[in-house]
């Protein structure tokens, strides 16, 4: 089935983990200038060293990975707690460091608040201020001429509220992303009535010139038929091949309207039939890879969107052969239109829509609208593909 396209909505949901992946990198490279700035000297510079070099190289390369694949869901919250661990151990085997490092005890908290879990966020700022404050014991323990300042027990305070208002930000963050979510399904809701009742009326207006005046124009046709048997006249077969022609012509249009090969037979057998007369219509070669999906509840909309993306190939493409593949991903319909012509500029078609020329574009508003996607990739004189996922089906 071709490369597997991820969804720009799952990219979206692990946004966080990947933003603080890179954030990562530069609060360790401070850590790094801060002690040397410093020359502090330490108690375990060996293990000191080490912590902080195996901690740069798991930070590349967990950066790579969330960057590259998908992020499971215990990643968010697993990489900030390895950080404070971290934190905590360097403080441990630095010494005077511990002055160097303590600023970085008041970032922790930040690199979770735009996560959407208000309790892991509650947990990170919690444990930062406890283990900020764990710090200065042991070394106030340790070391006699030490002591505990009164300067910890403000900066205590402000790193427990610090998590307060980290916690309280990112819950107002959640009702928000929450009444965003609540809108998209209203929405969806409204894009899936509206297109559902497209449906019953491209049905009426089929069945009707179905029942009606195609079969009128079929009757006329029979009866010319006899009289030119009976009268062989020119001027009848030109009629004849004029009533002909017309009747294949509002056959085509019932097709396009309603296809019955879509509704009783699902997605792949009307697909077939598409390319099908695709190729008898262009001349244009057609590679179909086209596995069986059923009859998945957005087979109306993909159906439309190969019809007008072939279309476009028909039209403007100029193209010499035609690549469709259709497949199934997770729980998701992946349709790719792709073609060797002599491709577009993919930020025109909003233009397009301003022109009057809303076929791309509708397809890429109702998509979006319905939670699938359309990638449009092409360039001039590189030809185009599509690849187009549907809303993900109802288990």
């Not at 089935?1 to 530069?26: F, H, K, N, W």
């Not at 892991?120 to 300042?149: E, N, Q």
Request: glycine share 6%; proline share 5%.
């Amino acid at each position: 089935m071709g490369p597997t396209y991820r969804r720009v909505g799952e990219y979206l949901a692990a946004e966080p983990v990947r933003i603080s992946a890179v954030l990562r990198l530069p609060l360790i490279v401070l850590i790094g200038v801060l002690v040397w700035i410093w020359e502090v000297d330490h108690w375990l510079p060996e293990v000191y060293a080490a912590i902080l070099g195996l901690y740069a190289v798991a930070a590349v390369a967990w950066l790579v990975a969330v960057l590259r694949g998908p992020v499971p869901r215990w990643a968010d919250w697993a990489s900030t707690g390895i950080d404070l661990v971290v934190i905590l151990a360097l403080c441990l085997v630095s010494g005077g460091a511990t002055a160097a490092l303590l600023p970085v005890f008041f970032l922790l908290p930040i690199s979770v608040a735009f996560q959407d879990r208000p309790l892991l966020t509650a947990a990170i700022g919690t444990l930062t201020a406890v283990g900020y404050l764990s710090v200065w014991v042991f070394y106030s323990k340790h070391d006699d001429r030490m002591g505990m300042p009164n300067m910890v027990y403000t900066h205590f305070g402000f790193l427990v509220w610090l998590a307060v208002a980290t916690t309280v930000l990112c819950f107002v963050l959640v009702r928000r992303q929450d009444r965003v979510q609540a809108l998209q399904a209203v929405r969806r809701q409204l894009v899936s009535e509206a297109m559902q009742s497209d449906e019953r009326h491209n049905q009426e207006i089929a069945e009707g010139l179905h029942d009606g005046p195609l079969q009128t124009l079929l009757a006329a046709r029979m009866q010319l038929d006899e009289v030119r048997e009976r009268s062989p006249d020119p001027d009848l077969d030109a009629i004849y091949e004029t009533l002909q022609d017309t009747a294949a012509a509002l056959r085509s249009t019932v097709t396009e309207l309603h296809p019955q090969v879509l509704a009783q037979l699902g997605l792949t057998p009307a697909l077939r039939d598409l390319v099908r007369q695709f190729e008898s219509r262009t001349r244009i070669a057609v590679q179909a890879e086209l596995d069986d999906v059923g009859k998945p509840d957005s087979q109306q909309l993909l159906y439309r969107a190969a019809r007008e993306l072939l279309t476009n190939v028909s039209r403007h493409a100029q193209a010499s052969t035609v690549s469709v593949r259709l497949g199934r991903i997770g729980n998701r319909v992946v349709l790719t239109v792709a073609d060797d012509g002599v491709g577009f500029d993919p930020a025109v078609v909003p233009q397009y829509v301003s022109d009057g020329q809303i076929g791309l574009g509708s397809l890429l508003a109702r998509f979006d609208a319905m939670g699938g996607s359309m990638l449009v990739d092409s360039s001039s004189g590189s030809g185009t593909r599509v690849t187009v996922t549907s809303p993900p089906e109802q288990s």
